[in-house]
DNA sequence: ATATTCTATACTAATTTAGTAGGAATTACA
DNA sequence: TGTAATTCCTACTAAATTAGTATAGAATAT
């Protein structure tokens, strides 16, 4: 499971989501300050409004806002909202890529590992990194 | 943690030697038959001799044996021996991949998050998967 | 009206991956 | 001693992926 850059910037952002859950709308300007690409930000909010774990709001004084508590977030589900292919090896979650799973010597080894993965990270929560 | 073709091919080559253990040098040719690239695995190989998981025999009925029995490799040490980085992202084992390690929020889910991969296939041994 | 914010899509540069290519060194065997 | 089979070494390349940048448009508070 390689975490690309998009994951990580994704949960950075919920962290600042969630450390000011209640407190209203907050723009990307913000979380980025000075010292990240807003575009790039932006683009990754976009992939977790449209996977509807957050919810924006347009114009002066928007933003976005968490759509539940930190603690009822996964951070499986935040970066498999931005990841293509969270598994270790694309055959695991993509049926295309390999022909013969079945025969295969390895794969059981890749499936296996993608469920430990995955099932740590749908234990651990937003809230126990705030 | 994203396998590479260089590690799937690893642990094919490493299953194949596996199932002839005790029966001398096995060439790549013999490992790849037609249908796939000897150079590419010749590579392959030169990376495990490299680790000394396994040793080479030059010649006319030269190739690669073990070097020790199959129970006795991790899946883990097959695939550090040909994967640059085995972690969920580059900052776990890379120390200047990142200098804000100390103060960042989510490197502990990445640091946990590899720790448990690499339990799981240390654990797991080739003998496995004969 | 205007400034601020998200939305959508297209583009690009850098990096990584997955090989390919060519030849040198070593060895068994005829 | 010659030859074929094998590993060893290094350089190269094409395709895919990643990490952004760029541009223009739509919605909204004031």
Redesign the pocket.
């Known amino acids: 499971m390689?975490i690309?850059?998009?994951g990580k910037y994704a949960l950075e952002l919920m962290v600042y989501l969630g450390r000011n859950y209640g407190k209203g709308s907050i723009?990307?300007?913000e979380i980025t300050g000075d010292s990240f690409?807003v575009?790039?930000m932006?683009?990754i909010?976009?992939l977790l409004?449209k996977a509807k774990l957050i919810k924006?709001?347009?114009?002066?004084?928007?933003?976005?806002t968490l759509v539940k508590d930190p603690k009822e977030y996964s951070i499986f589900e935040i970066l498999n909202a931005v990841e293509?292919n969270l598994a270790p090896i694309k055959c695991v979650l993509d049926d295309d890529a390999c022909k013969v799973k079945i025969t295969c010597k390895t794969y059981p080894i890749w499936d296996e590992l993608y469920e430990i993965e995955a099932e740590f990270l749908k234990n651990k929560k937003l809230i126990d990194i705030l």
């Not at 924006?56 to 976005?64: A, M, P, Q």
């Open positions: 390689r690309s850059s998009k723009s990307i300007s690409s575009k790039y932006e683009k909010a976009a409004n924006s709001e347009r114009g002066v004084e928007g933003g976005y293509d």
